[in-house]
T-cell receptor
Framework: DTGVSQDPRHKITKRGQNVTFRCDPI?????LYWYRQTLGQGPEFLTY????????KSRLLSDRFSAERPKGSFSTLEIQRTEQGDSAMYLC??????????FGPGTRLTVL | SQQGEEDPQALSIQEGENATMNCSYK?????LQWYRQNSGRGLVHLIL?????REKHSGRLRVTLDTSKKSSSLLITASRAADTASYFC???????????????FGKGTKLSVKP
């Protein structure tokens, strides 16, 4: 399967802990996006990379959140000092330059 | 913040019937896209319509776009039980902060197709 993959698929953590998610985009896709989706809502944009450069960050991305894409391939999203309000599905998408975005299956985070 | 608003929020129909979902948005756009999401899963791209297009077809899908009203509709003809999912419209705003391609999604329409 050459689609977008995300790991882990589910994460349960205690409030105050740090968590890290990984996204592997479709090979050779140069743009990578992170979105967050809460129950009953549509995805909300968090941040965007073109190759290894992080070009835009939403104001939703507080200073507890950091994202990297060190070699322009996979990306990681880290949340420090998690809060219950961080519980959501974290979605990754990639595109090779077209407008259609290809989404991964998401990582569901539950903060207890 | 979310730009699009889908209508209705939920729709229940019988297999074989047509399903129509509407989307309204606020700002100028480059294109509008429709995505489908099965429960607890990632999104699947269905169709894209550019701001200079008025109608587009793909299989059983028909999308219209009215930029003067800032609205779009998605029609699924001859629905099947497998079409049961949430459907989201997403806009690529024109000149949105100079970025390229991040999408702004609505809250979605939850479609249930009963066999």
């Amino acid at each position: 399967d050459t689609g977008v993959s995300q790991d882990p698929r589910h994460k349960i953590t205690k409030r105050g802990q740090n968590v890290t998610f990984r996204c592997d985009p479709i090979s050779e896709h140069n743009r990578l996006y992170w979105y967050r989706q809460t129950l009953g809502q549509g995805p909300e944009f968090l941040t965007y990379f073109q190759n290894e450069a992080q070009l835009e960050k939403s104001r939703l991305l507080s200073d507890r959140f950091s994202a990297e894409r060190p070699k322009g391939s996979f990306s990681t999203l880290e949340i420090q000092r998690t809060e219950q309000g961080d519980s959501a599905m974290y979605l990754c998408a990639s595109t090779g330059g077209g407008d259609e975005q290809f989404f991964g299956p998401g990582t569901r985070l539950t903060v207890l | 913040s979310q730009q699009g608003e889908e209508d209705p929020q939920a729709l229940s129909i019988q297999e074989g019937e047509n399903a129509t979902m509407n989307c309204s948005y606020k700002t100028s756009i480059n294109n509008l896209q429709w995505y489908r999401q099965n429960s607890g899963r990632g999104l699947v791209h269905l169709i894209l319509i550019r701001s200079n297009e008025r109608e587009k077809h793909s299989g059983r899908l028909r999308v219209t776009l009215d930029t003067s009203k800032k609205s779009s509709s998605l029609l699924i003809t001859a629905s099947r039980a497998a079409d049961t999912a949430s459907y989201f419209c997403a806009t690529a705003p024109r000149n949105y902060g100079g970025s390229q391609g991040n999408l702004i999604f609505g809250k979605g329409t939850k479609l249930s197709v009963k066999p």
